[in-house]
């Protein structure tokens, strides 16, 4: 089949997880769609400028990139077999790319 269903098997902030997982697959055979986006925006900064202030801090930019893994659904239970051979723990987190002030309870 040309085209098959693709199933998200982690979305999380956690690029390490993201890479070992990524290695797990590729060692077991399994062709997986590793990817990562930017979901923050981009706090305003002065004179009209686009650089986020948050990066500018002691540590210098901090990683809010949210990290993905998709299989091909026929593939999808040899891929979990084979992250937890390897020890791992895959996680969907469907509030990754919410607002940490937004997911905090309103009191």
């Not at 390490?16 to 981009?42: M, R």
């Not at 949210?66 to 791992?88: F, M």
């Amino acid at each position: 089949m040309f085209f098959e269903k693709k199933v998200t098997i982690f979305k999380k902030k956690d690029k390490e997880t993201w890479s070992q997982i990524k290695d797990a697959l590729k060692e077991a055979g399994i062709d997986a769609n590793a990817s990562h986006y930017f979901a923050d925006t981009v706090a305003a900064g002065g004179c009209g400028s686009k650089l986020d202030p948050r990066n500018f801090g002691a540590k210098g930019t901090i990683d809010r990139d949210i990290y993905v893994i998709k299989v091909k659904e026929a593939d999808q239970e040899a891929a979990l077999s084979a992250i937890r051979a390897k020890g791992l723990v895959t996680v969907v987190d469907e509030q990754a790319a919410v607002d940490a002030a937004l997911k905090r309870p309103l009191v």
